[in-house]
């Protein structure tokens, strides 16, 4: 679906990793991939990192609400 991606986020210091679901309807796949996104390293806590890769997802979902956004930061 247009402007739902997948984007894989590493920690720059650890190494851990984490796909996360993104939804940007006004972006491109290259605009997702040329940008910093919110990534919480469970470590290292809260980092703005660019992607390695990302997909575009075929499979639609909701637009998150608050409390899905809350829960990421928790």
Do not use: N
Not at 44 to 61: D, N, V
């Amino acid at each position: 679906m247009r402007g739902e991606y997948y984007v894989h986020l590493v920690c720059p210091s650890c190494h851990r990793w984490k796909w996360v679901r993104l939804h940007a309807p006004q972006l491109s796949l290259a605009s997702v991939l040329g940008s910093f996104w919110l990534f919480a390293c469970p470590v290292h806590g809260l980092l703005l990192e660019k992607p390695l890769q990302a997909h575009e997802s075929r499979i639609p979902f909701p637009a998150p609400d608050l409390i899905s956004i809350l829960r990421l930061f928790g």
